[in-house]
């Protein structure tokens, strides 16, 4: 029989639980900040018409970026 007053064994739940709990928590902070852009939307669109001036990217690429954002 399992004694439930043992010290030990409520360490041991508390433990666990902690440990899931702080996984639980962990992903879930992890999957609001991957929503979120890195820049503001109008800052990417400079970059991208800078890159386009300067010729890194073409007018293609451009444009697909500026669509996907």
């Known amino acids: ?7 030990g ?3 041991m739940f ?11 928590l962990a992903v879930q902070w992890a999957s ?5 852009s890195p820049a503001p ?3 990417i ?4 018409k800078k ?3 300067d010729g890194e990217i073409s007018r293609e690429e451009y444009e ?4 996907d954002l």
């Open 41 to 43: 939307r109008d800052i």
């Open 14 to 24: 508390a433990f666990w639980g902690s440990a899931v709990g702080g996984i639980f």
């Open 9 to 11: 064994l409520w360490a």
């Open 32 to 36: 609001k900040r991957s929503k979120k």
């Open 1 to 7: 029989m399992i004694d439930f007053d043992s010290f």
């Open 45 to 48: 669109i400079q970059s991208l």
């Open 64 to 67: 697909r970026r500026c669509k």
């Open 51 to 53: 890159r386009l001036d």
